[in-house]
């Protein structure tokens, strides 16, 4: 994974997820701080109970390829990503002004998109 430009990226949780395993992995030279490890720790394991754990990147350019007719604001593809939403009530809390941007059938249309382009949340044993 590469930072094209790391002063304008958002990152899904996915990548995220994905970012820190490369890292954890990684032979780092000299002694890890300790609150280093700590962060990656935490990060990785409440990354790993999301919807993030279970998509990959193909998940994720599908659902953005077929959600672009919604003209959907770049962050609100990323909540539909980093959330996955199956209700219509939280697909409508992550879209501004949903009410007014989406008719009822839209809503649905978008919901069927979601559940098709990105896997179900891994369940946790």
């Known amino acids: 994974m590469e930072v094209v430009d790391p002063t304008n990226m958002l ?11 490369e890292v954890k992995a990684r032979p780092q030279p000299g002694k890890r701080s300790r609150n280093h490890a700590t962060i990656v720790h935490e990060t990785m394991k409440y990354l790993s109970t999301s ?3 279970a998509q990959n ?24 990503i980093n959330l996955r939403p ?11 002004e949903a009410e007014e941007r989406l008719t009822v059938d839209q809503v649905d ?3 069927k998109m979601i559940k098709n382009c990105l896997p179900p949340q891994k369940k946790e044993n």
């Open 57 to 80: 990147r193909q998940h994720i350019e599908k659902l953005i390829l077929s959600v672009e007719k919604f003209k959907l604001f770049p962050f609100e593809i990323m909540q539909l």
């Open 109 to 111: 249309e978008l919901l």
């Open 86 to 96: 199956s209700t219509q009530v939280e697909l409508q809390l992550l879209i501004e």
């Open 11 to 21: 990152l899904t949780n996915q990548e995220v997820l994905t970012l820190l395993k």
């Open 51 to 53: 919807p993030a754990a």
